[in-house]
């Protein structure tokens, strides 16, 4: 992709996003703009949903993939390395109590089938 297209497209995202905080705004609703915290304990539920500790949204059960829960765990890890002196106290903490839960979850579901 050549540089003016790649402008085209950061452009297009921009104008989008835009637009879509404007909605929020005109009709009066909340606009939950991404931050770390939100991201991983997004991560960390969905890690949650599949060890079958939290209800699926979506399929409304409780079931257990661990396979997807380890890629969890393991992403959540690779943040932790990437992000090693880079975050705040309270969001190494976040990450760190997250990562233990999660941890000590997985090894408790393995065990119990």
Do not use: C
């Not at 106290?89 to 979850?105: D, G, I, P, T, W």
Request: hydrophobic share 30%; charged share 35%; proline share 3%.
């Amino acid at each position: 992709m050549d540089e003016a297209a790649k402008k085209r497209v950061d452009q297009n995202w921009k104008e989008q996003v835009n637009k879509e905080k404007q909605n929020y705004q005109q009709k009066n609703e909340p606009y939950h703009k991404p931050n770390f915290k939100i991201f991983v304990s997004s991560l960390s539920m969905q890690a949650m949903i599949a060890l079958g500790r939290l209800e699926n949204p979506v399929s409304k059960k409780t079931e257990k993939n661990f396979d997807q829960a380890r890629y969890l765990i393991d992403t959540l890890e690779i943040i932790e390395t990437k992000t090693k002196n880079n975050l705040n106290q309270e969001e190494v903490k976040l990450l760190s109590e997250s990562l233990f839960s999660l941890r000590m979850a997985y090894l408790e579901e393995k065990k119990n089938g």
